[in-house]
């Protein structure tokens, strides 16, 4: 068994923590776009879904840098709210601007606000793993996504962790707590697919 070398397509140092913590005990080393030595290229991520970006994506930076890579993209989800109102793959982008961590804690406490204090979400994650050109797997299947929340419109005293800025306003519905006043081991139980993906495509490198 070989250890492998894995670029995971992202520049958000607290997405590679919850990604090395899923696979912490695979033979895996994870990078970022931080640890290579080149900028990362601009990729226009013009998919309609976290499917097909995590592929834009993972495809783009696997062709730049030349090693095998992944991507993960997701969505945003509301239950009984309008189509043009899902903010889906366009989380930080409403109405043409790109939105700052506190600009989105603004807009969608105001978004809860609208519809009675809370809205059920849940997001949709997509992975995609190019290992070469002919060596490409991905999937969108449910056991990636995050278990249903609340989105609350009143955000949590605490303030949030860079790179996750709704976990300020995110609920959890068994219990009525903040995701930030749960126990570690509870939010890490939302990323088991993660590990579960790597395991089913990379299985014969693990024998």
């Given amino acids: 068994m070989s250890r492998i070398t894995l670029l995971f397509g992202t520049g958000n140092s607290s997405k590679l923590s919850t990604m090395r913590e899923s696979l912490e005990g695979l033979d895996i080393e994870l990078l970022s776009l931080r640890d290579m030595a080149k900028s990362p290229p601009d990729v226009d991520e013009s998919g309609s879904s976290p499917l097909e970006n995590a592929r834009i994506k ?6 730049y840098y030349g090693i095998p890579v992944f991507s993960l993209d997701s969505g945003l989800f509301f239950e009984n709210v309008p189509d043009e109102l899902q903010p889906g793959v366009h989380v930080r982008n409403i109405a043409g601007k790109h939105l700052s961590d506190n600009e ?16 059920t979400a849940r997001y949709k994650n997509a992975l995609c793993l190019v290992m070469s050109e002919n060596e490409i797997y991905q999937s969108m299947d449910e056991s990636l996504w995050g278990k249903a929340f609340y989105l609350t419109d009143t955000p949590h005293k605490r303030m949030h962790q860079e790179g ?5 306003l995110s609920v959890d519905i068994a219990s009525g707590e903040y995701y930030y006043d749960l126990p570690q081991s509870v939010e ?11 395991v089913k495509y990379l299985k014969e490198k693990f024998l």
């Fill in 104 to 119: 989105m804690i603004a807009y969608y406490a105001a978004l809860a606000r609208e519809y009675g204090g809370r809205l």
């Fill in 188 to 198: 890490s139980s939302m990323n088991i697919g993660f590990r579960s993906f790597f």
């Fill in 164 to 168: 996750f800025p709704l976990d300020r």
């Fill in 58 to 63: 993972a495809l783009a930076y696997y062709r």
